[in-house]
Structure formats: C-alpha cells, structure tokens
C-alpha cells in the first residue's frame, strides 16, 4: 500500500487530498493530511473584509470538514522532514513514514522582519488585510476614517495574490467615494518594483487605472522602517513618506519546519521545485505546489489549482513506476476587482504575459478590460471554491493548460499553436 | 541591445545595461560597469557582495533579492543600500554581469 503524506490542509493540501482519494481505493494508498489549526480562511474574500462587503465569519470555516472521508486528516505541527530518511517529524514525538510527500503549507506573514512595523500604531494606524484580524480591525477604521493620507505598502515580492494590493486601492477609492469623503482623501500606493506591476501590458493598464482614479504611484520604494507613531514610512535610501493610515503587506516567509529540513527549501523557506514537473529539487518522491514553492508565478488559489491537476497526475505516474507525464505551463488567472461592481481579468503563463481578449475562449469574460460580467464571476468564484475546487472537481471549461483561443496580440508562433 | 567593449572583450547590453551573456563576465569588467554607475573603485565590501551574486547565479540559475541577500551574504540590508545605493540588487546584479533579479509575481 502506498503513503503519501500530505503537509498543510488549504486550498492545495485540500484539493490534492481529495482528488487524490478518489484515484485510489482506501486498500491501495493510505492519505495523511497534516495542518497546525482547524481554520481554512477562503483567502480571496479577505480584500472585501475592510469595506463591509464581507465578515471574517462568513471566509472561515474547519479544515476537516473540507477533506474527504477516507483521509487521515490531523491537527498538529510539522517540526521538519527528514527527505533522505522519508520521514516527517510532528510534535509529541510522532514520526510519518511515506512513499511519496506533498508540501502545501503556503506561506506566513512576517511583519517583525519590517522595523517599527508591529510597534506603536500597529492596528491603530497601520493595518494589514492579509489576515483575518487585520482585515476585521481596518474594517472598524475605515468606517470611521475622516479623511487624510491614506498610504498602501508592498514592502517586498514575492506577497500571496500580488493584484490585491491594487484592488484594495481601487475598492478604497469607491469606498470612500460612496462615503462621500474621497475629496478629503490623498491615497498612494508605493512599491518596490519599477511599475504598478511586474508583467509590462499589466503593468501599464493597472498603473492607467491608479492614475484614473486620482492615487499616486510611488516605484522602487523598499521600505526600511515603518513609524506608526509618527504617520511615517521610511525607505533604505532615506526616503519618508508620511500617512495618517498606512495599509502595509507585509513580507512572506515559507513555513518555518521547510528551512529546519536540509535541503527542502531556500534561504526565505519557500521550496525549491522544478516548475514543470512539481518535484522538489531535494528528491523525486517529494512535490510542492501553491503558495510553498519558490516557483516564478503567483502565490494565488488559480495557479494552486491547475499545479493540482497536474501534481496529482504526476504523483500516480511516480507511484505506478512511470515517467512523469504531466506538465506545468505556468498559468495563471486572476479576477482584478476595480471597484463600483467592476471587475476586470487577467490570463497568463510563464511565456506568455497577460494580453487583452477574451477567457477561457473567444467568447467569455473580457480580459484586461473592466466589466460588471467579471465582477460577478469573482463572487461566483466563493461558492465554486467551496463546492467544486476544494472536493477536487473539473470545473467546466476551466483547464490547468493556459487556453490561447481569445487572446489578442499573440505572436505568429503562439497563432500556430492555436490552430494546431 | 548594444555591443561595447568592457574590459577588453566586445559584449552584448540589453537597454537597462545588463549583460546578455553572464559567461562572458570577468573582474576587469565588473570594475568598468561599476565606473559606470558612479563607484569607483570597488571596495572589499562591494567585491564581497559582486562575488557572492555570481556564486549564487552559478549556484541557482538567478541572483537573490535584497532580503535574501541580507539574510545570507554576510552582509545587512541596511550595509548594502550604503554600498550600493539606489538598489543593491539590481545593481549589484548589473556589475556581477547577470540578469537583473526577476520581480517575482
């Protein structure tokens, strides 16, 4: 019988669980499925937390009951992984032995590694939304919040979902439009990269959209020190910018268990896996998928499901003793929500950036373009995560392989590919 | 793109002014592209840190991150921004003669 020891039970522990349950019978593998809480938080829904337009209540709900019967499902911490030996370590000295090892244990904010940033202020003027608590505090400030500077900083890539920041600006902007102060507000959004975006098409629609709407755009700003009790963010080449409310993203750092295991991971704990085929580069029996890799794409639920796909068809080549037959094109989606009920789409790879056109095919949502068509398919995107995604079902039309069909301005070679 | 000579061998820039060929780098180089961008000469510290990128470029297929570099150079962040302003990465990157460190997305 084979073990395959599944470490972190979100969206792509869950997922790969499930999908894998169903590939096989109970007496053909047995499936471990470890996470250190029972809290599964639909992590997209934390963007609406600050304006009201959704509760921390409503986005959380128990790991376990998410995962499948016939999965061995447990609460408890990962200490490390001995990958020579195939062993995970847990606390109160269990040990799992396994034949094949899944790691999908994310990411976790370290606000700490930002001087000053969890100190004086911190919850009182500056906030994150990345986590359930910060969104529910800012939601409190927000509706209170009188007019001032209002200040969102990424202080460094790679951060889990790199459009939200963005979308907080534009839901911030009709937030505080319906409130009837936006006059009175000077919003800002400062990053360290050179543009509003890293992908150059992206980047340039979504730094048009910033200076629509009247918000600064502040490039190459790597911050250093944020001072909540003086309103002040601070550059490493001395820059300041000054804020009455600062919404700060802070950086992210793989699991801690991933830099305690040799070899698993790099310096910032994220691990190192081939970006085609899933493996870690520590040893074939072990994959990585979602927010825990140190794979050049998005930290996003759409690319966590489509390595999904892909991981778990690997895994049962692996276990039947066959060459890895699928893989990872790199594909991205995500809805880029733009505030007064509109939403706009973007659809990529790791060759091909986001281009303007139609999703999944000629016909469907518009892509780099805003539409209320793309906003209702964001908050359609809740009720499918919890009902088809997790339980490891195909969504229709939906593919792990980027779809070329719809895309303008694709290359004559890309157009062949399409034909074919 | 363009082709200038530095350090005596004709190399190919791409428009920031990174080398296209990371093999075709040597030390003689590194002192010119530095020159360049307003350090001259290099110091200990500065070599520290160029010999360190082209390790990790060797090593792993691409130069770290300012954090990564803070947290496994030797060197702080803070230390870095001093010996190369505007951007240790990035420029670090440029006078070890390898790409410019992706914006992971």
């Keep these: ?24 019978f109970p007496d053909e593998a047995s499936i471990i499925c470890v996470d250190q809480d029972d809290r599964h938080v639909y992590q997209p829904g934390l963007l609406f937390v600050p304006f009201g337009l959704s509760d921390t209540e409503e986005i959380v709900r128990p790991r376990g009951r998410q995962i499948h ?76 919040f009188n007019g001032g500077r209002l200040v969102v900083n990424v202080v460094e890539m790679p951060i889990k979902c790199p459009v939200a920041p963005l979308e907080f600006c534009f839901l911030a902007d009709w937030y505080l439009t319906e409130r009837g102060i936006r006059d009175q507000v000077q919003m800002t959004y400062v990053t360290p990269l050179d543009a509003a975006f890293t992908k150059p098409v992206a980047a340039k629609h979504l730094g048009g959209m910033l200076k629509e709407r009247g918000i600064e755009l502040v490039t190459e700003f790597n911050t250093s020190e944020v001072d909540g009790e003086g309103g002040r963010l601070i550059s490493y080449d001395e820059r300041v910018i000054d804020f009455d409310l600062a919404v700060v993203i802070p950086v992210h750092n793989g699991a801690s268990y991933v830099t305690a295991s040799p070899g698993l991971g790099d310096a910032l704990g994220f691990v190192l896996t081939d970006p085609h085929t899933l493996q870690s580069l520590s040893s074939p029996n072990v994959f990585a998928l979602g ?16 390595e999904g796909e892909i991981l778990v068809q690997n895994v049962c080549d692996f276990l039947a003793g066959k060459p890895l037959s699928a893989s990872y094109d790199g594909h991205t989606n995500c809805f880029i929500e733009t505030g007064f009920s509109k939403a706009m789409l ?8 986001p281009l303007s056109g139609h999703y999944p095919s000629a016909v469907g949502f518009s892509l780099l373009k805003e539409s209320h068509l793309n906003h209702l398919g964001k ?11 997790l339980p490891g079902r195909n969504i229709p039309g939906i593919h792990s392989d980027m779809p070329l069909a719809g895309k303008q301005g694709l290359t004559n070679q890309q157009k062949e590919e399409v034909l074919r | 793109m363009s082709v200038e000579t530095i350090g005596g061998i004709d190399v190919e820039l791409n428009e920031e002014g990174f080398l296209l060929d990371p093999s075709k780098w040597n030390e003689a180089m590194a002192v010119e592209l530095a020159r360049r961008e307003g350090i001259d000469p290099l110091n200990d510290q500065q070599w520290k840190v160029v ?23 030797g060197v702080t962040i803070k230390e870095l921004y001093q010996l190369f302003p505007k951007g240790p990465a990035k420029l670090a990157a440029k006078i070890a003669g390898i790409p410019k460190p992706r914006g992971c997305i």
């Design chain 1, 1 to 24: 019988m084979h073990r395959i020891v599944i470490l972190g039970a979100g969206t792509g522990g869950t997922l790969v669980a499930n999908r894998l349950r169903k590939v096989f």
């Design chain 1, 291 to 306: 927010d825990a890799t140190d794979l050049p794409v998005s930290k996003a639920g759409s690319v966590t499901d489509f």
């Design chain 2, 51 to 73: 010999h360190f990128m082209r390790a990790e470029y060797e090593a792993k297929g691409a130069g770290p991150s300012v954090r990564v570099l803070g947290k496994t150079s």
């Design chain 1, 379 to 389: 908050l359609m995107f809740q009720w499918i995560y919890w009902h088809s995604l």
């Design chain 1, 69 to 144: 019967d016939h999965i061995d499902y447990r609460n408890t911490t990962v200490l490390r992984v001995d990958v020579a030996e195939q062993r995970v370590f847990l606390t109160d000295d269990v040990e799992l032995d396994y034949d094949v090892l899944i790691v999908a244990t994310g990411c976790v904010l370290a606000p700490e590694e930002t001087e000053g940033l969890t100190g004086p202020g911190w919850m009182e003027k500056v906030f994150t939304f990345y986590m359930p608590e910060g969104a529910a505090a800012l939601a409190e400030k927000l509706s209170s």
């Design chain 1, 346 to 353: 973007i659809d990529f790879s790791y060759d091909v950036e």
